[in-house]
């Protein structure tokens, strides 16, 4: 009879002679399972877009004018906070992997997987910050695929991070629906 309980675990000697080897790699395993030059090569632009969305976000939290614009500065404020802790939550895996996060502004537009936007009016703000927050929410589906199973530290970060980029999108939909009485997005 097979002993079932155990089949799926490595043996332990074999897991310490592994984690022995090779520690210049630093957390990232013999059976990492991507290519993790490429890994950090896609993280960079999570880093770049974060940086971009911190920087739109702030802008818009400073200009933005109108009977309202106390209130919808504070959420951009707000936003703009919380952009920039997916920024480091992403910089610091990149240093996981044994990578540097690139925070180089040179390039920083093309790096981006969202733009940095031109201001506006509060009904323009909105637009931008949705359209933005649309983007990144397929860029970022498209990574979480990407990495799956093969690197699931990464995966479920992307995972948190897309969750609360969701709830932005919803947040910048309802208020042009609260600006404009009507919504953009056609119900599901």
């Known amino acids: 009879m097979t002993d079932t ?33 490429r890994s950090i090569e896609l993280l960079q632009t999570v880093v770049a877009t974060e940086l ?51 925070f180089d502004p ?25 359209v933005a927050e649309r983007l990144v929410i397929g860029h970022y589906r498209d990574l979480i695929r990407y990495f799956g199973d093969k690197d699931p530290t990464t995966r479920r970060m992307l995972e948190r991070i897309l969750e609360e980029e969701e709830d932005h999108a919803t947040d910048m939909h309802d208020l042009l629906v609260a600006h404009e009485g009507k919504g953009i997005l056609a119900p599901a």
Do not use: W
């Not at 799926?8 to 990492?32: I, N």
């Not at 971009?52 to 919808?72: A, D, F, K, P, Q």
């Open 5 to 37: 309980k155990n089949t799926f675990l490595r043996d332990v000697t074999t897991l310490r002679a592994q984690a022995r080897k090779h520690l210049e790699k630093g957390a990232v395993p013999d059976d990492y399972g991507l290519d993790v030059k």
């Open 52 to 102: 971009v969305c911190v920087l739109r976000y702030t802008m818009h939290s400073i200009t933005v004018v109108g009977i309202t614009s106390e209130s919808v500065g504070n959420e951009f404020r707000e936003f703009a906070q919380e952009e920039q802790k997916h920024m480091m939550s992403v910089a610091e895996r990149i240093d996981q992997l044994g990578g540097i996060p690139d």
């Open 106 to 130: 040179k390039g920083l537009a093309s790096r981006s997987a969202t733009e940095y936007g031109e201001g506006g009016n509060l009904v323009e703000m909105v637009r931008q910050n949705l």
